[in-house]
């Protein structure tokens, strides 16, 4: 009894430890959330949407013009007046006028675009595209990042089942090469079956290494996708026979809906606004300016009143206007440029929409295979598993050599592998679907 006193503050402790330690298992789910809340790339994208929106502001704000103070100083050889001079500034005398070598001005001046050839029109719908443009590819980032994601999280799983299995063969065959050295020392196996089972051994000892270090890198990807430091264990994914079927849809009701089309689309409106735009050059541009200032500067040497301060109120307001009447082809070249834009953007479109078809298409086939091979698998591997138990009893009562035996362990094992894959290539075939229909984030 004074023992389990003694002991039993040690056994807390351990039991916390246990607790502290036990590890959690991450699930799908929970590594898609932390790649959606972490991934710098993403992160990277989403700022791409700010950049638009703020482009957008931008061009808008050139509709409403510019408001500017300026000020100067200018230090002339000879004196020069603070205005311009008039009959009137001048009927009482010429001394009374200031003059200055140091001209100072402050002002405050607006000037706004009145016509612009609706170039400025344009740069706005443009823009306004650009950042729609810039919500649809974030959309589409993160598709595919949950894509890569649970690829890479059924990879590690099939891997991890191979690596379990493989780890069972290797088992298996050190049991038997175990067994047949001893039989070896009694003079009931030959030299040559011993060597036969060492080979096989070493041979699934590397495979399985090979499998281990192939989780690894499986393992490191993921983590980079979830800016994370290491991932620790993954939650199972479920692979009854129930959930695995056949698909008999084409999803081609869904096809004018997705956002890679959509994309496409603004793309090419996008480029049409620029090439109106482009076409603006070739119109007049009119410009409203106004101001509102003083010039002021000490009374140069020569004048009456040397030295003294003086200002002058300055304030203007008109209208410039500028066409281009000839540039030697710069314009027009400018509007070609945005036209081959404009028709590459058109193929690009017609391009992804005859990609996405193809890309549909290859996903429900891949579905179906992988339901085909599944079960193909599963059957295969009952029937190898029966071979094997048959030929060790048959190895065990001298009726059979080690090749039958090594032969029916090894497609036991290769049976297995297939129908742990097949599982999983199924599960994959299932995700590439989703994310073409861009369904990722409401699976």
Known sequence: MDLFKKIQPLVVVLQLLCTVTAVHALSLEECVQLALKNNPDLQKQQ???????EDVAEQRSVNFGTLDIVGSYTHYNLPRTLAPLTPASIAFGAA???????????????EVPLFTGFAQTRAVEAADLQSEMAGVILKLSREQLIYNVRTLYVQILSLQAQEKAQASYVLSLQRLYDDITRELALGRKARIDQLKAAADLKNAWASRERIGGNIRIARAALAALLDIDQISELEKIDLSTESIAVVHEDFTDRFSGLQR???ARLATEKNSKLVEKSKAALYPQLLFNT???????PNDSGNRYSGDWEDQEVWQAGLYLKWNIFDFGGNRAKVGKARVLERQSRYEQLKTELELKRALKEAVTKINTAVTDYNSAREEFAMTRETETIEQVRFEQGAADINDLLYAKARNQLALSRFTGAGYTYRTAWFYLEYLL???EKR
Not at 96 to 110: E, K, M, N, R, S
Not at 291 to 297: I, R
């Open 47 to 53: 700022l791409s949407v700010e950049l638009a929106h």
């Open 291 to 297: 101001s509102y200032g003083l010039n002021f500067g």
């Open 261 to 263: 089309l959509r994309a």
């Open 438 to 440: 861009e369904n990722g």
């Open 96 to 110: 009374d006028v200031a003059t200055t070598q140091d001209l100072f001005g402050t002002a405050v001046v607006y």
